[in-house]
C-alpha cells in the first residue's frame, strides 16, 4: 500500500531477538547491551536505510 502512494519500502527487518529482552531489563539499549550481536545489525541497518532516505528525498526538495 506504502509503495503506490511513492513511499520507500525498507528491504531490512528487526527480529525478535533474545537480546531485546534482556537490555531492556538490564535497562540499557540493544546497541550498549551487545553492540556486535544481530539485533544491533538489526537496528544499525534500519536507522542507516531510513538515514538515508531521509537525506535523499531532503535534498531533492531543497531549493535554494
Known amino acids: 500500500a506504502a ?3 511513492g513511499l520507500p519500502i525498507c ?3 528487526i527480529a ?3 537480546d531485546f529482552e534482556v537490555a531492556e531489563r538490564l535497562g540499557l ?3 550498549e ?3 556486535k550481536g ?3 545489525q538489526e537496528l544499525t541497518a534500519v536507522y542507516t536505510y531510513i538515514i538515508n ?3 535523499k528525498t531532503t535534498c531533492n526538495k ?3
Open 3 to 5: 509503495q503506490s502512494y
Open 11 to 13: 528491504p531490512h527487518i
Open 16 to 18: 525478535r531477538r533474545n
Open 29 to 31: 539499549g540493544v546497541l
Open 33 to 35: 547491551h551487545n553492540p
Open 38 to 40: 544481530k539485533a544491533a
Open 53 to 55: 532516505t531521509v537525506k
Open 62 to 64: 531543497v531549493t535554494l
